[in-house]
């Protein structure tokens, strides 16, 4: 059983183009991430939600829009997709405050944009 | 603001070799502790964690770090480094259970034979 899931793994589009990744987990947890890893591998936190209330939005443009239908899914939007987007974007989730702090992340969806 | 820094971006050993990845950070707030593992194109497995209590702490396939506050580090060892540890490594802190993680640059680790 996958406790962390995205889809798709892999998307390539052009500029200019919308796109969407979901994620979902089984684990019951409450709260759920998006991060952001750049092609020299550094890591950074784009959004958090906790029981589908946004609680950290990290500076992120605003063509970024995560949408959390319910505590097991995550989704993100990109609007009008830049050059600059093309990463490998992280869905994690955790228990929130009463867990242990550590934080399940997903396989990655590596996003091309041409 | 919290902040990591991972000394060496690039690790070689030697096969049954000791495998040491330093971690220094800051932090304003008692830290929660993390080094995760990411292999390719694979996402990121916990390794270990600290938040309190002893500060050596025990992870998975060999691997343990101490927290030593005085010295805001947190090293990850190995005392025997395996091929399959070949991977790139991440030293994390958090305020607190729920918090976003702050990451380490990353360090990759090659294992020559």
């Known amino acids: 059983d996958t406790a962390v899931s995205q889809t798709p793994k892999y998307l390539v589009t052009q500029m200019g183009n919308d796109k969407s990744i979901k994620c979902e987990q089984n684990?019951?947890?409450?709260?759920m991430y998006w991060y952001k890893q750049d092609s020299k591998k550094f890591l950074k936190i784009m959004f958090s939600?906790?029981?589908?209330?946004?609680?950290i939005n990290e500076t992120v443009p605003n063509r970024f829009s995560p949408k959390s239908p319910d505590k097991a899914h995550l989704n993100l939007h990109i609007n009008s997709l830049e050059l600059g987007d093309s990463a490998v974007y992280f869905c994690?989730?955790?228990?929130?405050?009463?867990?242990?702090?550590?934080?399940?992340f997903g396989p990655g969806t590596r996003l091309t944009v041409l | 603001a919290q902040s990591v820094t991972q000394l060496g971006s690039h690790v070689s050993v030697s096969e049954g070799a000791l495998v040491l990845l330093r971690c220094n950070y800051s932090?304003?707030?008692?830290?929660?502790l993390f080094w995760y593992v990411q292999y390719p194109n694979q996402g990121l497995q916990l390794l270990l964690k600290?938040?309190?209590?002893?500060?050596l702490v025990k992870g998975i396939n060999g691997f343990e770090a101490e927290f030593k506050k005085s010295e805001t580090s947190f090293h990850l060892t190995k005392p025997s480094a395996h091929m399959s540890d070949a991977a790139e490594y991440f030293c994390?802190?958090?305020?607190?259970?729920?918090?976003?993680?702050?990451f380490g640059g990353g360090t990759r680790v090659l294992v020559k034979p």
């Open positions: 994690a989730s955790s228990q929130g405050a009463s867990g242990g702090g550590e934080q399940f």
């Open positions: 684990l019951g947890h409450d709260t």
């Open positions: 939600y906790n029981n589908k209330e946004l609680i």
């Open positions: 932090s304003s707030v008692p830290p929660y």
């Open positions: 600290y938040t309190t209590g002893a500060t």
């Open positions: 994390a802190v958090s305020r607190a259970a729920g918090n976003k993680l702050t």
